[in-house]
C-alpha cells in the first residue's frame, strides 16, 4: 500500500471514529460546524449574538443558521437567552453538553492518532 492509499484510509478510519458518537451524529454537517464554530469563538463574559453567527461563521446562508440554531438549541448544546438591553437580541452560548462533546471526540483523536504511532 502505498502512502497516499495509507493517508486515505487513516483519514477514512478518523471519520469514523467521530461519526460514530452517538451524540453527534443526531446533527447534521451544518449544525455540527456551527456547533464548532460557536464553541471556538465563545469567550466567556462576552455575549455572542445570533446577528455575529450569521455574520461570522460563514457556516451557510442565514436562514440555514437558523434552523441549524434551532437544532442546536432542541438538542441541548446550545442556549438562547433573550440579551437584557435590548429585547429583540438573543445570547448564544455554548452549554456543558456541547462543551462536553468536544472533549469526548477529542479524547477519540487523540487516541486514534496515537494508534497510529505519531
Known amino acids: 500500500m502505498t502512502n497516499q492509499e495509507n493517508a486515505w484510509i487513516n483519514l477514512r478510519q478518523l471519520i469514523e471514529v467521530i461519526s460514530s458518537d452517538p451524540e453527534y451524529k443526531t446533527l447534521d454537517d451544518r449544525s455540527q460546524r456551527l456547533l464548532e464554530w460557536i464553541v471556538l469563538n465563545y469567550a466567556p463574559g462576552q455575549s455572542m449574538f445570533v446577528q455575529s453567527v450569521v455574520v461570522n461563521s460563514q457556516v451557510a446562508s442565514p436562514a440555514t443558521i437558523h434552523k441549524c440554531l434551532s437544532i442546536l438549541e432542541r438538542e441541548g448544546f446550545i442556549s438562547l437567552e433573550v440579551d437584557p438591553r435590548d ?32
Do not use: E, Q
Open 87 to 118: 429585547t429583540r437580541r438573543r445570547i448564544v452560548s455554548p452549554t456543558d453538553r456541547a462543551r462536553k462533546l468536544l472533549v469526548r471526540l477529542s479524547k477519540r483523536v487523540n487516541a486514534w492518532a496515537d494508534s497510529l504511532g505519531t
